[in-house]
């Protein structure tokens, strides 16, 4: 007798669930990343420039809002897929045991993990449209490039999105959460080249940044949004494509270990 | 999607030797059962004795350590797929989903099974109306009572019109009037030919539904067999109560090796014979003892023990 195959498309059933319950309060998940740019833009413009004129990037000269908008979509993308798949999928599991009605469908223990993580980068990607839009309105997008933030987005929400996943797999309270954001998302969202450029740092410094997926997604939002893509960016997607592909199977085998009793 | 070895002889659920532990404590040791087509069987047993587990292995949500397990005459560990999608399961805890509306539960519940759109629209209107939620489609979770959530869990769980279906407690929390009217329904859904593997410790309704059922304890199955049947072979047809017995009463009964059980202060004898166990009763507590007919209770308590389980 054949086994049954543990991944089908089955799984787009599990990410239509979370797409329909986000479209009911679209409202409210539509308005952060639409107002987030806004606030930041203007706080940085307006009191910032006056400390920083100019910020060299990639042999750029650009002004310090030009530098930091394409961040703000990086950072975007990083804490969507990550909250999902950690504050979010953790209730979804733990609270409201949807993961145990799941598994008493056809649906597989993979199906349902890969759906979450999917989810995650498809929200990353919703709102780093929306942002993406305001920024431009705003005047910093001069480039057709930007569409390829679309992939970016993706793939960044993919990795963001995994790790959440990974973190929710051996997290045993909702409490825990604290931990991995306080002590590796948020400096990770300071130091990848987000709100000053690397080449500042000492070499120690900035070779540690390098190591971090925020850092190899923001560059890739910099270079999109200023149309500045070329075959460097290809290596940015390779280091971000090499995150998920550590992580997703490591969510996999936890939540595996966790829900398979 | 049926095999072609799914001849209609063969048993809808078969385990043979089933085993689980975790760790040192071996959960599920050793248990074997059939459930035709169209049947209607009970897992009974205390609380701990291993009816979960086993029910979860059922439906492939615990892999087994040992044994075989065949549905349909297909083995859950490899037509897993296959398997499920003939399955309803109603878990035991609350497990609808919170963002979704009465309808929405249905209907997204149906979409894990790949059933189309329009397919499940139908069928949720149709399950809804047979559970008396037609005017609650548009209520949200927190809105449902205990009963009415319990009814949902039941209606989503047939969504994809399942061949077994299995409920682990259904009835367990309820109140008389929704514990009722779900018990209607089962029986509805009985009468449907829908087979039916559960567990519950509600022993009379236990007894009035299940065509056949068996009771587990330490994860081994002590007893299998019709409710009556069992009453019969376990208790006799009837059964003296007494409340703080005279301890002579006792002595005379082990004297003449009596079929009785101790609880408390309470103690029961079981016999077919009506006039010899009056005469007892005449006997020793002719104030304090009451006769009764023997129930699946009785067969449960003896075949498992008084002692209280935590």
């Known amino acids: ?261 | 999607m049926r095999s072609a070895n799914d001849a209609t002889d063969q048993p809808v659920l078969e385990l043979t030797d089933v085993r689980k532990a975790y760790g040192d404590f071996e959960a599920v040791r050793g248990v074997s059962f059939a459930v035709s087509r169209g049947e209607c069987f009970g897992l009974l047993g205390p609380n701990g004795a291993g009816k979960t587990t086993t029910i979860r292995m059922i439906y492939g949500f615990s892999p087994r350590c040992a044994g075989e397990i065949r549905l349909f005459g297909q083995d859950i560990a490899t037509a897993f797929r296959r398997v499920k999608a003939r399955l309803g399961v109603c878990q035991q805890g609350n497990t609808l989903d919170p963002d979704l509306s009465v309808l929405e539960n249905l209907l997204v519940f149906a979409g894990y099974f790949g059933i189309p759109r329009a397919e499940a629209k139908a069928r949720a209107e149709e399950l809804l109306a047979f559970f008396a939620l037609e005017g609650k489609k548009r209520f949200q979770y927190e809105e449902l009572s205990g009963g009415m959530a319990r009814r949902l869990m039941l209606a989503r769980a047939i969504v994809n019109r399942p061949e077994l279906l299995i409920l682990d407690e259904p009835t367990t929390g309820l109140d008389p009037q929704s514990r009722n009217t779900l018990w209607d329904r089962l029986l509805d859904l009985k009468r449907q030919g829908m087979t039916i593997l559960l567990t519950t410790h509600a022993m009379e309704e236990a007894e009035r539904f299940c065509d056949r059922l068996c009771i587990i304890d330490h994860g081994r199955v002590v007893t299998e067999g019709d409710p009556a049947g069992l009453v019969a072979a376990h208790a006799g047809r009837h059964a003296l109560e007494v409340e703080s017995p005279e301890p002579a009463m006792a002595e005379h009964l082990a004297a003449a090796g009596a079929r009785f059980d101790r609880s408390g202060r309470r103690l029961i004898v079981y016999g077919d014979d009506k006039a010899a166990l009056l005469a007892l009763r005449e006997r020793f507590c002719a104030e304090s003892g009451f006769l009764r007919p023997a129930t699946l209770e009785d067969v449960f308590l003896r075949a498992t023990g008084r002692e209280l389980r935590e």
């Open chain 1, 1 to 261: 007798m054949t086994t049954d195959p543990r991944f089908t498309w089955l799984f787009w059933t599990v990410w239509r669930r979370n797409l329909f319950v986000y479209r009911r309060i679209w409202t409210i998940n539509f308005l952060p990343p639409m107002l987030e740019p806004v606030f930041y833009l203007l706080a940085f413009g307006l009191g910032f420039s006056g400390l920083v004129r100019e910020v060299h990037w990639n042999g750029q000269t650009l002004s310090y809002t030009e530098f930091f908008a394409p961040s703000m979509l990086a950072a975007t993308v990083m804490w969507q897929a990550f909250l999902e798949t950690s504050y979010a999928s953790f209730v979804r599991m733990f609270y409201q045991k949807t993961y145990d009605a799941l598994l008493a469908t056809p649906l597989t223990v993979e199906e349902i993990i890969i759906a979450e993580i999917v989810w995650g980068a498809t929200r990353a990607v919703i709102a780093a449209v929306l942002m993406l839009t305001v920024i431009a309105l705003l005047g910093y997008v001069p480039s057709l490039h930007a569409l390829a933030i679309l992939p970016i987005a993706f793939l960044g929400g993919l990795a963001f999105g995994a790790m959440g996943m990974a973190t929710t797999s051996v997290t045993s309270s909702i409490d825990m959460f604290n931990l991995p954001i306080f002590l590796v998302i948020t400096p990770m969202f300071l130091f990848s080249g987000t709100f000053f450029p690397l080449t500042g740092l000492p070499a120690w410094a900035s070779g540690m940044a390098q190591g971090l997926p925020l850092y190899h997604l923001a560059e890739l939002t910099r270079s999109a949004c200023l149309g500045l893509l070329d075959a460097s960016s290809l290596w940015h997607m390779l280091a971000l494509a090499a995150c998920a592909a550590i992580f997703i199977p490591l969510s996999l085998a936890g939540m595996r270990r966790r829900l398979v009793k």
